[in-house]
């Protein structure tokens, strides 16, 4: 096959593929219509999955577990983390040469028939330089400083994460809890139904409505553990085995102790600090004379008009451009006082967020043994309300049923109320966090 013949097929294959592409580039709708009936039968069967749950018994290392290898927020915080860390060495392969491939052909469309393999130019290049010196430093600077600030974010998202999967726990046992108490109430209303159908209507009535509102309940933990554990394809059964201990109310946390206390929260205060004076520092670097550093040379092979070069070191070129832009205008001293001006109210805000978690541990540790001390009055009270001789007058029956779902409620909250007191007290505790990861 002759070298023209050659051409014109590579010339006609190349022309087919481009329109080909262009094609495909402007039927969107025909490529969305295609995607559509595979997402519709995806669709069905998830819908005849999650309408029939098998159900999962899961304990709290299994859910931890769960919850740090599928949950959307950390895996993203993850991400982030590995992101920041290659373009904090972006700066280091930017000294790498790069190297670029060029063919092509120019001829009129008459002469197409007649080209040759001579016509065709081949070009290889290679550039190196070394951009800005003066600011690569803080290039590498800043780039460390964001790898430093993602894992400290991650901490944090973790913390919340790990805290509501134990709020989720804490709410199932209460729902334990309420059903149990509910299959009491049942079975005092068909005691009751023997002597008075009338009252027993009256408790069942609201035993329906209870049944109701705990179902639906239910339904909203089940959606909440599956977006926590990264898994909707299970109906989970929460179990207590592994439960932290919390019980801050009887062993109070020292919060003046800096060495376990908020050295989390107090490493992110100073990450955004030092963020501040970094981009201090890079906005005063624009005083400074900057000075970019080019090696170029030849290319490292062409061949034009049938002719072939390769490279040369002989003809290697080496520049360096030497600038200093003076400030006439005073656009980096406005930037200087304007960005100054942002981080001092970016400052009070980290000072007052302090103060304020401060506040709220201060608040929490006055108010942790009272709800105790009440819940455990009631606890008792309620103890003594159970072993009270049932009568079967109708006022009776009634009011000793409201009494003892007002006092159970009561309970409940005090224990909801409690937990979320430690949790916050949790979110600050670093020992707990390193027993927790060890």
Known sequence: ????????????????????????????PKKVEQKL???????????????????RSLDWPQALALLKANNLKLRSARTDITNTAELATQPYRDLIPTINLRSGATRTVANVPTTTFDDVTFNIDSFFNVPGVVNFNSRIFGGRLAVLRSKAAYQLAEREQTIELYKAFIQAQEQSQYVSELKSQQALADAVQKADPLA???????????????????????????????????????????????????????????NRVARLQMRLVALELVRAWAQIHGIKLQYWPELTIFVSGPSVFQRIGGKSQFWSSKDIQASADFF????????????????????????????????????????????????????????????????????????????????????????????????????LFWFVDEQKWASLNP
């Open 1 to 28: 096959m002759s070298g023209v013949s050659l051409l014109q097929i590579c010339w006609s294959a190349v022309t087919c593929l481009t329109l080909l592409l262009l094609t495909g580039c402007l039927s969107a």
């Open 37 to 55: 009936p595979q997402l519709r039968a995806q669709w069905q069967a998830d819908v005849a999955r999650q309408s029939s749950l098998p159900g």
């Open 200 to 258: 027993a209507q009256v408790l069942l009535k609201d035993l329906n409505s209870q049944q109701l509102s705990l179902e639906k309940s239910a339904d909203i933990l089940q959606s909440r553990v599956g977006e926590l554990v990264g898994d909707l394809k299970y109906r989970w059964v929460l179990t207590t085995n592994g439960l932290p201990n919390l019980a801050y109310d009887q062993n109070p946390l020292p919060l003046a102790d800096t």
């Open 324 to 423: 200093w832009t003076l400030d006439t205008r005073g656009y980096i001293s406005q930037q200087l006082r304007q960005t100054r001006r942002e981080q001092e109210l970016q400052i009070a805000q980290l000072h007052m967020d302090s103060e304020a978690l401060i506040d709220k541990l201060l608040a929490a540790q006055k108010l942790s043994g009272s709800l105790r001390a009440q819940a455990e009055q009631l606890d008792e009270l309620i103890s003594v309300l159970d072993k009270v001789p049932k009568t079967f007058d109708f006022n009776s029956i009634l009011q000793t049923a409201e009494t003892s779902r007002s006092l159970r409620r009561q309970r409940f909250e005090l224990r909801r109320n409690l937990a979320e007191l430690d949790t």
